[in-house]
């Protein structure tokens, strides 16, 4: 009769169908899931990533490769605060800090994060430079390239599948898990070292203090390019964006302790290779100073490829993060402030959001391009600025997961807030010390 | 114009001159259109007094003057605090349905009344809570574009959040529920868990269903999660049964059984029918809301169940007829139907030819069926000839339509 009964499949036949079909999309459910803390701890091993491990590995040996073991552990439950509160309260960390500290602790909050992510982007920009100059390519020509043609993108909108190609070019640094086996480093030393806090004794010629300082140096930096603060917003948006709610937070979870592990895998395998290859206890540090000598500890596995295979990678992990980080910019800011934002909306009804975008783009390029700036170094600062600025994040985000109101019964345990709270303390000291080895007269 | 941070952070002093303390808050009660204030609350060092409207005296830009401090009394339960419950709150801004931050108040005096008359959700509010409102005036005449005044009237937004939205949940929902579905939809979409609960838990199941039907497949499974299980099934049982049937396709097989078993039998077997169609096949595009009637009826009779039990049926641009078998035996345009005499026998407006699609075929070839015979809907047949389902246009165009957010 009309309106009912219209198909006709008979029940079991109908029955064996519908379960095809679920347990295909239970598949595509996993696959959609997972994913933003991928993204998010890959985009962690951008050019300022690589430069940072590469120079540990080249200064230092295996001696930081303990310190990467517990920024792993610290990663891993960062993210997953950042997750957890994403699905538990469906809103973004800008959002958070704003209804719950008010409008001045939010605009400070958003100039430290601003401050960190124009020098990522200036540090990202001088990937491309560098990446550019392994291929012969002058600076001056690739950087106004490239920033001309991210800015494009967002303007076109078809920013998903440009995302994707350049996180397939980044995978290119797996080959250096590769080059840390045919290297054949000494394995029992590389484990004593991931477990054992050991101090690298200063080289000849190189005096304590300095010796410390650059140690110290090079540490922060570490820590603030494995745990940058854009990381977290960028993050919980994209929990929320997939509308994940903690009925189904095990995959989220996953996510977000895996993305931490399978980054630092490969920050362990580029630290373990450029020690291996450049490092030489006991005498002056390899200056490292160009993308050139980072790139020869891929000479095992590529040859004299080595730079080209290092280029191709620098260009991929620098682009993408070269977008993905003014974009994470703007759309916090904007939901601090309340601005109307989303790609492909065009400059009068979203000037403000468009407006960052392009101003952290221009800043980025316009400064790389500064002729004569040395670009190892200046990724290496960039990173460091992202490590002092971490723990101002890191205590809002703290407060905010422990705020029973907000979270209830989802608050964080005692072991995680002793961890990330020791995080905390961690990098002030640090950053305390680096000021104070710097200034202390000699 | 009067904000309230204008007024924040002022001495407030006595009649005799000294300073009683700082103001950090003033309470309000809805009153009509306009919320009207009700008192101060003032800080003394670390302590917090409230001072009744009937116990201030005068107030101006920069003097606040009270007759009465009394010690830290409980709010009476109609009120509210504008500054702590209202002040970076996300409101519904209802003119351009959309969901916005309350950066500052506007008050007006009526009378000797305080009233809250609107809402700022620009950056005049921001500079001006900052201090930095001279700063942002001369940067807009200096690059000489004025940046919008970003003020709505009180009356036009609708709080959300769980403090403010308890003063008048009744009238939000309300308002809410006479927004356009998608519209609706996307500022659910905006909103965090707690608030959104809010929202839909004021809704019927049907309006609830009509959002359903617009939102993204994520936002839809989040919505289900929010939801406990009865009402998930009610809701599914509301929403058209291709609709529902995708939707059920997103979610772990044990919870869409689950579901499915809660729903209405009827309803349950035709979204377990068309789930039984893979993805990308014209089944599982098709709906199986449409008007379908036997070929013996005459266009009279037709158009009597039309008003009737087909009235609430998605796809009502042609009357498929059907013989005694299932099999389909012609197509009607509906204005042809309609055009007709009520007698006329219904076999007599069958068009020489009908476009027909195969239930397992790419959904694609169905889009371009529609497309190259100029269709509004097509009907999906077996090898036999029976009559399964029905492709919309619209449902169709979702295979080109690619969404902007990433």
Redesign the interface.
Known sequence: M???G????S?A???A??????????WL?LLGTLGPGILASSAGNDAGGIATYATAGARYGYTMLWALLLITVALAMIQEMATRMGA????GLS?LI??RF???AT?FAMACLLVANVATTLADFAGVAAAAELFGVPRWVAIPIAAMGLWWLVAR?N??RV?RTLMGLALVFLAYVAAAFMARPDWSEVLRNAVVPTWPAPPHGVGNREHLQGYLLVLIATIGTTITPWMQFFLQASVV?????I??YGFARFDAFFGALTADLVSFFIIVATAAALFYPGLQPHALSDAASAASALVPVAGRHAGLLFGVGLLGASLLAASVVPLATAYAVCEA????A???KDFRRA??FLGLYTLLIIVGAVVAMLPGLPLLPLMLVAQDINGILLPVILVYMLRLVNDRRLMGVHVNGVGYNAVVWGMVVVVSVLTLAMVLTSLWPA | MIFLSQYLNRAVRTVAGGKVGILRDVTFVTEGVFPVVSGLVLAQGRRRRLVPWADVVRVTLDTFVVRDVAAWDDLAPTERLLALDV????VVDMDGA?V??V?DLQLAWQGTRLRVVGVD?G?WG?AR??GLAPALAWMTRTLGWR?PEGLVRWDMVEPVEKQTATVRLRVSSDRLARLHPADLAEIVAE????Q?SQVLEALDDARLADIMEEA?P?????IL??LDEERAADVLEEMEPDEAADLL??L??DR?RGLMERMDA?DA??V????????GTVGALMT?SF????ETWTAGRALE?VRG??AT?ELCSYLYAVDAA?RLSGVLSFRHVVRAEAETPLASLFPAQMVTVGAYEPAMSALEKLFHYNLLSLPVV?DDG????VVGVLDALSLVHEP???
Do not use: C
Not at chain 1, 241 to 245: A, C, E, I, P
């Open positions: 009309p309106g009912t219209k198909l006709h499949v029940e036949e109908a029955d169908l519908v379960t095809i079909r679920f347990n295909k999309r239970r459910m538990v309260t469906g809103k959002s704003r209804e008010g409008l001045r605009v909108g920013f998903a995302e964006d997939k509308g994940v709610t009925r189904q402030f309340g601005f109307e989303g790609l492909g000037p403000v | 002040m970076d709150s996300q959309h916005v931050r950066n959700i950056p921001l809570r900052l940046p909103l965090g868990h707690e959104r993204s994520e936002l839809q499974s989040a999660d929010g396709s997103e772990p097989e869409a009827e077997s035709e377990r029918d068309l789930l039984a169609y893979e993805d199986t008007w379908e009637v036997p169940w039990d087909g049926d299932g077996q029976r009559l399964l389902g902007e957010e990433p």
